[in-house]
């Protein structure tokens, strides 16, 4: 009964490769996150859905492309991978877009190669 | 300029003592503070959030606000050695659209 999972917990991949991690909650929230957190700690927001509507699209390269099928999952797509792209990516979700108790997954770590 | 800033720590308290962990923002049109704490390794959770000016007390927690100084702090009384852990001020910012900045976190270890 994980309220907030993540899919694969570790992924190690090579230059040039795509790449997806899938995130589901079962809270029942109408918001979710991806977030990333580099090799120097330091968490920065990526996109957020609101009800399958993207309403936060940070300066992010476009080789990340988000998707969310429905309210309760959301999936980030990465083409072409990077070293740079290595780092742990956080899904998380809330209710509303106030950023109010948002409840973060167990992250996904990505290892560029 | 950054948006939100911590010092790096590690700060150090010794066990039952209060912490006292300090957060300054830029965007004075910010409405919302976060406080969040990150075990290593883990992912963050919430501690608790604050909207107005003055202090929200939870438990061991108190967040304090300072709009016009642009200034939120928590402070951890009778603090443990499980309190031991990066602590992520965030801020609800009005900058350029919504935006939820982190700032990049204060090491807090409570030695026993």
């Known amino acids: 009964d994980t309220a907030v999972s993540q899919t694969p917990k570790y992924l190690v991949t090579q230059m040039g490769n795509d790449k997806s991690i899938k995130c589901e909650q079962n809270?029942?929230?109408?918001?979710m996150y991806w977030y990333k957190q580099d090799s120097k700690k330091f968490l920065k927001i990526m996109f957020s859905?609101?009800?399958?509507?993207?309403?936060i699209n940070e300066t992010v390269p476009n080789r990340f492309s988000p998707k969310s099928p429905d309210k309760a999952h959301l999936n980030l797509h990465i083409n072409s991978l990077e070293l740079g792209d290595s780092a742990v990516y956080f899904c998380?979700?809330?209710?509303?877009?106030?950023?109010?108790?948002?409840?973060f997954g167990p992250g996904t770590r990505l290892t560029v190669t | 300029q950054k948006e939100v800033e911590q010092n790096s720590g590690p700060l150090s308290v010794p066990e039952g003592a209060i912490a006292s962990l300090n957060c300054t923002y830029s965007d004075r049109g910010s409405q919302s503070f976060f406080w969040y704490r990150q075990y290593s390794g883990k992912s963050p959770e919430l501690i608790m959030f604050?909207?107005?000016?003055g202090d929200k007390e939870d438990g061991r927690f108190t967040a304090q606000l300072n709009k016009a100084s642009q200034y939120v702090s928590l402070l951890i009384r009778d603090s443990q050695p499980s309190d031991s852990a990066t602590y992520l001020c965030?801020?609800?910012?009005?900058?350029?659209?919504?935006?939820?900045?982190f700032g990049p976190g204060t090491r807090l270890s409570v030695l026993p």
């Open positions: 604050i909207y107005s000016n």
């Open positions: 809270l029942g929230h109408d918001t």
């Open positions: 998380a979700s809330s209710y509303g877009t106030s950023f109010d108790e948002q409840y």
């Open positions: 965030a801020v609800n910012s009005k900058n350029y659209g919504q935006n939820f900045v």
């Open positions: 859905y609101n009800n399958k509507e993207l309403i």
